[in-house]
């Protein structure tokens, strides 16, 4: 299936690409204040859209962009740029309802101190002229470039009277470590007939799940957007569906989560400090919380040590759990990384197991923010860092939000009694009630050992659900009258 | 030993009548909102009942107004039932049922009355159209699955101490990965592949084929409604196609899905949800009624149902109109389908609503363990933490 190479010109970039050679990144997320002058703006920017077609370069090699913009649009800037009415209604509940809705904000486990009311942008019902209408994402070598790259496109913000709200630098380090100090990134599904690295034929995903218009892992093609063939005046979108008669507005696009989830590394680093006696207790403890070592070797293959052996590229997502772990010896159960993708184990039998998790996953396109916390230091420092979260999948409400509520926050994730991931899950704050405490259980032969009140390390800062159309999806909004 | 008792359920369904819809749907509201501590209706002073729920079901096709649905899991007899809930809850239900077409006022206030009640008014399956009824664990009264959470919790206190403060891990005990990973299926043999296509064309199943562009138009509440943490409710009621063809392959699927019995472990073909669930006729063979009480997220339960009961699910919804022509495995159809015919509880209670079927599973091997002395390695492994799942 390379159905996604041949549109590979009309699939933004980021869809399919990771930049790894792109480090430096900006995330603007941006109000329309004028419908009319927000399409001229568009229309102007979307020639310099990053798409995913590589030219070969003179050695016959791909070539990597030099930069990269790509651009993402909420419900409500798709509904402000005067997408038709009647058609609104065939993007998907969730992106229409947005993350901030009550229902929404419950299963993401965004309550408490993770509510939406708390958010620093994003959150539900923003005054007018506060709403986020799309979201700009930069991608650079190295900062300079990304400034001057930032400087050029704010410098015709307001001509079009497009108004930045929040603009949210990020960055990956070389050593690709997230602030609590462990690789990142590791664990990526691939698109089938993609032409990216090949690890494990257990991430290879079908192309359905990540770009509207292919087949999904049910063999279906997903949901997707339509417009009406009279909106499209200039004739930019495709043949019209079978089914409906109207245009495939979602084709070659996809959905993307954003979040902001603001790290307490103080608070993390205190916890192993007072928790466990001894160095070696606390940093196997906070590598059992995690699931790898801060090296990315997982315990299953690593269960002592951090083996840098076990780190290279090549073995560091080459595992399965029920071989060697089944029972979570190693890698405990609910820790991060089998919660997130459970691999084999989601159920007793290892194929099952794998076909119902992939259709499950997500894209990772993520980046830190914030300078790190100092190594030794334990106390907080006052500034903020964290990860900026970002996914794309074909199918928020089954992917994302299915991760997240179903295996991230579920208590009785496989057979546990009250436990929540305890890195990134909604955990125990000061003001928890009895019911919203929770465990983690470490696993381990003859007895357990049960952690009482995991605090909550991570925090939503803010974020919202965006739609990512296809650059012939965007020369139609931008043509709309 | 105590006598084995079995479960069974009694669900009725009655018309409101029009004048009283709305005081009545608040008065409900009110209880479903308090359900453990309201003034009104205590389902916790009836200690035999598992589940209960009240559902006000909004015009259906073919039957005219809205109609009242209370159904309940228990533990015995429906006589017993009916008297236990006469004695302790029969000003309660007098007050929601004297608002029902065919009640007859002081019913329930009269143990008796109750009973012939039920027996007139509550739905049975016949020979001829029998009902698909799951119980995770038959023979687990609700007492004794209460019972077992207290002694499980009392258990891994003990662990607890035991286990000290010191850091945990260590190697994994000998032959702990015995066995594991290596029961892969061998694939679809041709029989299983020609009872698929049979089942296929029985319901009229198009494997691929997909129903486009699905809107969904579920309301706020009913989302609120069906996703509590930890336990939820189900009433779908779907109408059945008209036809020969229809009432034959459902009242196969009935035949054959009425000896479906859950493994040790409580689950029902490989889902781990269930408490208990039913597929019953009703309104004189014209509509399906499918009552369910289960475990986690709206969404990761029908996902189950795709990826783990699909042929089930087509053979016996199949039968019903709007089912999607690619089968329950067109996942986006199939839940618009579900959701589409779903009505949300006004009141849910459950006995237990922290635990699910696994946890009580897992209570009852520490349980057992106590009294009898079987069962050494799944208590091995939960005392090492790790809590089977079957």
Redesign the interface.
């Known amino acids: 299936m390379d159905l996604p190479r041949v549109h590979a010109k009309d699939i933004q970039g980021i869809i399919v690409s990771g930049y790894e050679h792109l480090p430096c990144s900006s995330y603007h997320f941006l109000n329309f204040e004028s419908p009319a002058k927000a399409r001229r703006w568009l229309r102007i920017l979307t020639p310099r859209v990053t798409g995913s077609e590589r030219k070969a370069d003179r050695s016959g090699r791909p070539e990597k962009p030099a930069a990269a913009l790509n651009v993402a649009l909420t419900f409500s800037g798709i509904r402000a740029l005067g997408f038709p009415e009647p058609f609104l209604?065939?993007f998907s509940?969730e992106f229409r309802q947005g993350m901030a809705e009550?229902?929404r904000a419950?299963?993401l486990g965004d309550t408490g101190s993770n509510a939406p009311e708390r958010w620093e942008f994003g959150g539900s019902l923003p005054p007018r002229g506060e709403e986020v209408h799309a979201l700009l994402i930069l991608q650079a070598p190295e900062p300079a470039a990304l400034a001057s790259q930032g400087e050029t496109e704010r410098s015709g913000f307001a001509e079009w009277e497009v108004r930045e709200l929040v603009a949210i630098k990020g960055d990956r380090p070389k050593d690709a470590r997230e602030h609590f100090g462990f690789r990142d990134g590791i664990s990526q599904p691939e698109i089938t007939g993609s032409p990216a690295r090949r690890t494990d034929p257990a991430d290879a995903i079908e192309p359905g799940e990540f770009i509207l218009g292919y087949a999904n892992s049910?063999?279906?093609?997903?949901?997707?957007?339509?417009a009406p063939r009279e909106a499209d005046t200039e004739r930019h979108l495709d043949a019209p569906?079978?089914?409906?008669g109207a245009l495939d507005f979602g084709r070659n696009g996809s959905y993307l989560v954003f979040r902001k989830l603001q790290q307490d590394v103080a608070a993390f680093r205190q916890y192993f400090r007072s928790?466990?006696?001894?160095e070696?207790?606390q940093s196997?403890?906070a590598a059992?919380f995690v699931g790898r070592w801060p090296s990315g070797a997982p315990l299953t293959l690593a269960?002592?040590h951090d083996d840098t052996a076990f780190a290279a590229k090549e073995v560091n997502n080459s595992f399965?759990f029920?071989?060697?772990?089944?029972?979570?010896?190693?890698c405990?159960?609910g820790s991060h990384i089998r919660r997130t993708n459970p691999r084999?184990a989601l159920?007793?039998?290892?194929?099952?197991s794998l076909?119902?998790v992939n259709?499950h996953r997500i894209l990772r396109r993520g980046a830190s923010y914030g300078e790190r916390l100092p190594e030794g230091i334990f106390e907080d420092d006052g500034e903020a860092r964290g990860l900026l979260f970002l996914c794309v999948n074909a199918?928020i409400?089954?992917q994302f939000?299915?991760v997240q509520?179903?295996w991230v926050n579920?208590?009785?994730f496989?057979?546990?009694?009250n436990d929540r991931d305890p890195v990134i899950g909604t955990n125990t704050n000061p003001d928890s009630t009895v019911g919203e405490r929770h465990d983690m259980?470490?696993?381990?032969?003859?007895?357990?050992?049960?952690l009482a009140d995991i605090p909550q390390f991570v925090t939503m800062r803010g974020g919202a659900y965006f739609f990512l159309p296809s650059i012939p999806a965007l020369r139609f909004l931008a043509a709309l009258a | 030993m105590a006598r084995r008792v079995a479960q069974n359920a009694v669900t009725v369904i009655l018309p409101i009548l029009p004048a009283s819809r709305l005081g009545l749907e608040i008065h409900l509201r009110m209880i479903g909102d308090d359900v453990m501590a309201n003034t009104q209706l205590r389902f916790d002073s009836t200690p035999s009942t598992h589940f209960a729920r009240w559902v006000v079901l909004k015009s259906i096709s073919g039957e005219s107004g809205a109609r009242l649905l209370f159904s309940a899991w228990f533990d015995g007899e429906l006589e017993d039932y009916a008297r236990e809930l006469s004695k302790n809850l029969g000003s309660g239900l007098e007050e929601i049922w004297r608002h029902c077409r065919g009640y007859a006022p002081g019913t329930a206030l009269n143990p008796d009355a109750l009973e012939v009640f039920f027996r007139e008014f509550a739905l049975a399956p016949t020979r001829l159209t029998p009902q698909i009824s799951l119980c995770a664990f038959p023979g687990a009264t609700a007492r004794r699955i209460r019972e077992a959470i207290r002694a499980r919790e009392a258990f891994e206190d003990d662990l607890d101490r035991l286990s000290g403060s010191g850091p945990a891990g260590g190697p994994p005990p000998p032959g702990a990965s015995s066995g594991a990973g290596t029961a892969g299926s061998n694939g679809p043999g041709f029989s299983s592949w020609f009872f698929r296509r049979l089942i296929d064309w029985l319901v009229g199943v198009r494997r691929g084929a997909s129903e486009g562009n699905s809107v969904v138009t579920t309301s706020t509440p009913d989302r609120e409604a069906e996703d509590r943490v930890v336990q939820n409710s189900m009433t779908i009621v779907s109408e059945i196609k008209p036809g020969i063809r229809a009432w034959l392959v459902l009242r196969l699927a009935l035949l054959i899905g009425q000896f479906n019995k859950p493994s040790p472990s409580g689950q029902h073909s490989g889902v781990s949800t269930i408490h208990f669930a039913r597929w019953i006729v009703i309104d004189g063979g014209r509509n399906l009624l499918f009552e369910s009480n289960y475990d986690g997220s709206w969404e990761s339960y029908i996902d189950d149902f795709g990826d783990l009961a699909h042929i089930g699910m087509d053979l016996i919804w199949g039968n019903c109109t709007g089912f999607p022509k690619g089968g329950s495995l067109d996942i986006d159809a199939f839940k618009k389908v579900i959701r589409d015919h779903q009505h949300p509880a006004v009141v849910f209670y459950s006995a237990y609503p922290a635990t699910t079927v696994t946890n009580i599973f897992n209570d009852q091997i520490i349980e057992n363990d106590r009294s009898s002395a079987g069962r050494g390695r799944a208590l091995e492994l939960v005392k090492s933490g790790y809590y089977p799942l079957t």
Request: glycine share 8%.
């Open positions: 209604k065939t509940e009550g229902t419950q299963r049910y063999g279906m093609l997903p949901p997707t957007p339509e569906l079978q089914a409906t928790t466990f006696t001894g070696a207790a196997l403890m059992k269960p002592n399965a029920l071989p060697e772990d089944e029972f979570g010896y190693r405990p159960i084999d159920r007793g039998e290892a194929q099952e076909i119902a259709r199918d409400k089954r939000e299915f509520q179903t579920n208590p009785k496989h057979g546990l009694y259980t470490i696993q381990a032969v003859p007895i357990r050992k049960r």
